[in-house]
């Protein structure tokens, strides 16, 4: 058999990307017909066909699925040759795309974007805010280099490396029963007065988990339903004496208004909590910045969040409110 050389190898995972020679020659920034002829030639190096031509969008035969899988991991572990002399040389740079999951974004980024990209300035650090099975999609795509995410995905092929884990918090409207109650117990949720977030969200299923609850529970307000995919829309909600919600800890960093924290009720042991991880492929490159980015974010972290984690997976947080209540009068 001919050698096969990295462009090829290039070319035919840009064309399973794009599903289009044309898209992938741009994107390779060659002809339409130099990519084409290179593809042609390594088929007839290897006697088989990777592309079904006939089919639009273009798709790989059986066959080139599985060379192309491992025309991936050549081209990943190739450029991997550059990451270890650049980590060598202590050089922390490069593009880096990154997915951060909505229950997140909005709270943890503002935590840490600026001591990252000051402290290294050579990264280009491009985020967009997509839910966990966009994430994971694109991570098995090589579209997205890393994500930050509740685990665990159970997921073939992609690796997670936990960072902390986040407890729930129970926000009630100013007439909810609960509010007679220092602490929650899960037994004392109800799926009959929730607020929840849009189909696709994983918040959204591991609340209605908590709740223990079925769908079809009779709802406070039957003639009115509604689910948003942003958790402050849902806090406004509660705000107008509908119901509650759960909310992340990092969602109410913020909070320093006392009529504010005295809708919050944290959860009597044990305490629910989300593992939140970086993930990324099993062939990931960029293991730099991926270590960067985690150190950075394990140093902002309220010193709540940096307790280990317990055997049933729960934060004890016993004089937690009162903490918080000190820190942010």
């Not at 990307?17 to 920034?29: P, R």
């Not at 066909?49 to 639009?56: G, N, P, V, Y």
């Not at 073939?156 to 109650?181: A, D, M, R, T």
Request: glycine share 4%.
């Amino acid at each position: 058999m001919k050698s096969i050389t990295l462009t090829q190898l290039h070319y035919i995972a840009e064309v399973a990307k794009k599903q289009s020679f044309g898209l992938a020659a741009k994107a390779c920034f060659v002809t339409q017909p130099t990519l084409s002829m290179q593809i042609q030639k390594l088929e007839g190096d290897l006697g088989v066909i990777l592309f079904d031509r006939s089919k639009k969008p273009v798709q790989p035969t059986p066959t080139g699925r599985k060379i192309i899988e491992q025309a991936r991991v050549v081209l990943q572990e190739a450029f991997r040759i550059e990451e270890l002399i650049e980590t060598e040389k202590g050089d922390i740079k490069g593009a880096f795309k990154l997915g951060v999951i909505p229950t997140l974004a909005p709270y943890l980024l503002p935590l840490f974007l600026e001591r990252f990209i000051t402290d290294y300035p050579k990264v280009d650090l491009v985020i967009e805010e997509l839910q966990t099975a966009t994430i994971i999609t694109q991570l098995k795509e090589d579209t997205l280099d890393a994500g930050i995410l509740v685990t665990p995905l159970h997921q073939k092929g992609i690796i997670e490396k936990p960072l902390f884990h986040e407890p729930f918090v129970v926000y009630l409207s100013p007439k909810h029963p609960l509010q007679k109650v220092a602490k929650v117990s899960e037994k004392e949720l109800s799926l009959k007065d929730i607020w929840l977030l849009n189909e696709g969200h994983c918040f959204r299923e591991q609340a209605m988990d908590l709740c223990k609850k079925k769908k079809t529970a009779v709802l406070e307000h039957p003639n009115l339903v509604f689910e948003s995919g942003n958790l402050e829309t849902l806090k406004r909600l509660v705000d107008s004496n509908f119901g509650y919600t759960l909310l992340p800890y990092l969602a109410i960093l913020d909070m320093s208004d006392r009529n504010v924290k005295k809708k919050l009720r944290f959860f009597k042991p044990p305490v629910p909590t989300r593992e939140v991880s970086i993930a990324y492929s099993r062939s990931f490159l960029k293991q730099g910045i991926i270590t960067a980015l985690g150190k950075t974010i394990l140093s902002i972290l309220p010193e709540e969040l940096k307790k280990p984690e317990t055997k049933n997976r729960t934060i004890d947080l016993p004089s937690f409110r009162q903490e918080r209540t000190q820190r942010i009068s």
